[in-house]
């Protein structure tokens, strides 16, 4: 099962647009806040929008000086209550689209104004344009990289958020409104806030929302959905809930099912986190492949919207945003700790329930050896949004192990009561990793400084190393030595090192923890039986980076990977070998033909392409010890033979640190092919029907190495372990 949804995005994605052009310093201290009554007019045939939007600016700032910002592709037509200095056009250097800056003088009342005291005016624009969707689909790099869409106007749909520039953006202020939304028949909007009405006047529909909660961008999607929706109370909840989900094609189980997902999520975060701070929560099916989560609904595409997988791992995390990233908000200028938190608390805890939580851990550590090298990684506080699988592996996988191991260090009880305090104290403002810090040390008494300061302002991981370890007798007991390294570059880590010992005669091992300050440290430690076996971080609960005998070959290790050739066949059908050469050049890698190479480079992650390439047998011979073999065009995998001339074969192996992949094409599958395998790098093997590219069979080798583990003989002899470690049960985050 996949763990981690390529093909889902955050709204935090529209809103970089906007931070990337200029960076928002955002005020711990309340924010101004700014009142839109918007009134708006949506001719999808024509692309077009009519805006009038009175907005109430605060109060200290009328006697300012003010700018704001617009899309480029709208024209100002009428201003009331301001005048209008200057205007420039500013470049967004994501290239999503321009804006135009707006300069305004400051309010100064006349004479006769002051006298009669009267009330500030309000800005007042009308504006329109044509604002064209310029979507396309996730189109996926060779780094797992994907683009993003502003959004725009037409008959498939309507979706403008923070990065289309269509409502006036002040830089600091949060905004709340009411909005107005004009469309024509059979329409139907969504925004955040609460739907007031939902009317037909003559040959249009009229829609009302209303939003009093501070709100960092403005929504406004529009589409001809089927609608089906109930009315709900949470277990928490003192006001009824209306939860609904819109569908482009009618589908009464498929939303049934997910209504009560919802209700079931909700519940799940009320209890651990505090009360769901919205009026309500529709899923909508986009018209492109999203996972987006706005304040209070989600966008999920149609295909998104119909894998199993995505309701309980995509949808719970887009729901969860409700209390991270759109009810605590994020101050980007300090690093985006939502994703890190949402990821664990969705993602990471379903599976955590499931009783998969050693292994989603395994799995994101494995990421993060895979995707990250020295050139690419940077600290927690630098992440804003993810573009690549090192940005992915990172700000959600580095991130959610921050939030696992700050759980360990305080304890189930106070990380909750932390989380609790956190969304209280900053529901509806901008919060950092330091506000994190300041609410558990608050919490827990704690100097939490060092602790959040390596693992947030630090790129890199900690590197563990094994050595010395011995067994003796101890008057009536033994006597277990070892000294523990910390071989990665620069000062050492404050950690917390789990381990475990299993002692002769006992079936469950005991776990320890210990403490360790410097680069090296010795341990002695006495027991009243002899210990048979030590594993240090069994359960893979340290953020660390793994020994390459840790993670079995994955595709994900030639993805990431910054030296990268191909090896291209010499013999076989010429569909074939053209094919991969097409899948070379998307992919722009360098390459070679088998016939040219006396023997395989030995510094390069290597693609061993086609079924006749003569280097075949190098990249399948390591993998027999994992039941693979490929006799008379077939191939075992996983106990089963599958003919090579109907299906399309990838299998990743290792020699020493090199990743070597093997790829054997159904020529005709060649763009499927290369736009779906950066999709799988978790996974070790992989097998596509060769007339769909439909993915038939994918895996993980299973590890063969332990190199944190020894066991010691009768003799006391150690030697590293060659199976896996005896894990106890985990407990499972609840609420307490
Ligand atoms: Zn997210």
Redesign the pocket.
Known sequence: MLTCQPL???C?ALLTALCLLLPIQLAHAEQPLIHHELIVTLYPDRHHIEVRDAIRLPEAWQSQKLSFLLSDKLQISAMEGRTMTDMARVVDPTQQGGFHTYQLAPYLPNEQEKQEKAPIPQLILRYSGKIESTMQQPVSGYRGGATISTGGIGEEGVFLGGGTGWVPYFEGALNHFRLTVIMPQGWRSLSQGKPLSHTQERDRMVDVWEAPHPTEAIYLHAGQWHRYKKQVTTRHGQQPLLLAVLLRQADEPLAQSYLQDTLDYINLYEDLIGPYSYDKFVLAENFWET?Y?MPSFTLLGSQVIRLPFIRTSSYP??I??NWW?NGVFVDYAQGNW??GL??YM?DYLLQEHNHQGVLYRHTTLSKYAGFVRRENDFPLTHFTSRHDGASQAIG?GKGLMFFHMLRRHLGDKMFIQGLRSFYQQYRFKAASYADLRRTFEQISSMDLRPFFTQWTQRAGAPELELEATSIQPDGRGWRLNFTLLQKQPGAPYQLQVPLQVTLQGESQPQPLVIPMQRLNQTVSRYFSSRPERLDIDPAFDLFRTLHAGEIPPTLSALFGHPHILAVLPSKGPLAEQQALRRLVHAWGLSSVQDDQLTNLPTDQALWILGQHNRFREQALAPLRNQGVEVVHNQITLAGKPYELAKHSVVTVTRQGKQPIAWLSPQADQIDALIRKLPHYGAYGHLLFAGDSSENLLRGKWSQTQYPLSVVFDAQGQASTAQSAPTLAPELSLTAP
């Open positions: 889902t995005n955050h935090f996972g989560g995390h887009e969860l945003h990233g939502s994703e949402t990821a969705a959600y």
